[in-house]
């Protein structure tokens, strides 16, 4: 595998960025069920929220060199930040509850995380701003924490 390859697997996930419609959703849902995974085997949310930072960085490597040979600032084929942004926003789904309800949670995390991450308000919008593979990374990034900010206080609220 050469270093191009590497880079362009990891960038569109494994070429999920090239379908024809709606790459990003495709993504987020991808890693609903890999985030699902990563907790009910080790119970713990923090290292899902480490596993989406650690993919953060491993992407905006990915997508500075990808966007590079496009030659575009945010290539549409670049759908590893939907993964990070994703997992971010599935850390903070509380891990005590039912298998239903844990369902219902994760569903309101991709919503949440998927209207921040197409409709962009600030701070999200000011994130898609930085330069190269970051700005391409930190949009949803921001997007994911937005998300997770929102479960986090439903939960304290006992609303979810």
């Given amino acids: 595998m050469t270093l191009r390859s590497t880079y362009n697997a990891i960038a ?4 999920v960025g ?14 609903l069920p890999i985030a699902w995974l990563i907790v009910a085997l080790t119970g713990s949310p923090f290292l899902l929220l480490f596993a989406g930072l650690l993919v953060n960085a491993i992407g905006a490597w990915a997508c500075e060199l990808y966007s ?3 030659g575009e600032k945010d290539p549409s084929e670049c759908v590893i930040d939907e ?18 309800h ?4 994760y569903a309101l995390a991709f919503v949440l995380f998927r209207v921040f991450d197409i409709l962009k308000p600030w701070p999200i919008s000011a994130a898609e701003r930085l330069p190269g593979g970051i700005g391409i ?18 939960a304290h609220l006992g609303l979810v």
């Fill in 12 to 15: 569109t996930v494994f070429g």
């Fill in 18 to 31: 090239r379908l024809p419609v709606a790459p990003g959703t495709a993504a987020s849902v991808i890693a």
């Fill in 68 to 70: 590079r040979d496009k």
């Fill in 83 to 100: 993964v990070a942004g994703q997992w971010i926003a599935c850390a903070f789904i509380p891990t005590h509850s039912t298998f239903g």
């Fill in 102 to 105: 844990t369902l219902l949670c």
């Fill in 137 to 154: 990374m930190a949009d949803d990034f921001v997007a994911g924490l937005a998300a997770g900010a929102i479960i986090a206080v439903l």
